[in-house]
């Protein structure tokens, strides 16, 4: 039984209330596409370049130049790669390639980075890695990709909730761009971002 002392005031307003209400707009890094803070995926099949895309979007971010022509970044912001998909000779040819520039970071060692241990607890490495954001003001984490950083199920809303927090512990309300996998079951009829991306639909929400 839940106890009385356990309820708390419900919060119920009428539309006309409601709507006259003001609260903070929504703060893109590129407009209608990048929110400024929480979980930002970028959905693809293996080998389509989901990678490439995001090493774009965060060349744009970093020097503060429209990215493909019709979207815009309003001012450059800072950005660290830590990135696990990836070796590190393939990722320093793609910004190569690309001609990457900006006030980038490259966490090296993110082969061997963990969020949390054996216990579920948060690692000495996530915590020198969340002062590192702190004091270099870093505005934007590019994780390549998120599975690689996850524990437990993808299929999990309940891990899934975990690893969010988890990210939050370590970032903040920062921009977190990562990339995630579709699944390779076919689904029947026109699929929407919550069919094709893998695992639990909370990962797709960022809830």
């Not at 407009?31 to 370049?49: A, E, F, I, P, T």
Request: charged residues 30%; contains cysteine.
């Amino acid at each position: 039984m839940i106890e009385a002392q356990e309820f708390q005031p419900l919060s119920i307003v009428k539309v006309d209330d409601f709507l006259k209400e003001e609260y903070p707009p929504t703060r893109w890094l590129i407009k209608n596409l990048l929110r400024s803070d929480g979980l930002n995926l970028v959905v693809g099949q293996s080998g389509v370049g989901k990678s490439l895309i995001c090493l774009s979007i965060i060349k744009s971010i970093a020097t503060g130049t429209t990215w493909m022509s019709d979207e815009f970044v309003t001012t450059p912001k800072k950005v660290l790669i830590v990135d696990k998909e990836n070796s590190a000779s393939d990722l320093q040819n793609n910004l190569r390639d690309m001609n990457v520039t900006g006030d980038i970071t490259i966490f090296k060692s993110a082969d061997l980075f963990e969020f949390v241990d054996e216990k579920l607890q948060p690692t000495v490495s996530a915590k020198k890695l969340k002062r590192f954001i702190e004091k270099n003001n870093i505005d934007v984490i590019l994780l390549d990709s998120m599975i690689d950083f996850y524990k437990g199920s993808e299929d999990s809303s309940t891990d899934f909730n975990f690893n969010h927090q988890t990210w939050k512990q370590v970032f903040g309300d920062r921009c977190i761009l990562t990339i995630h996998h579709e699944n390779k079951q076919p689904v029947k009829g026109k699929r929407n971002a919550k069919d094709r991306a893998r695992g639990s639909s909370n990962i797709v929400t960022g809830k």
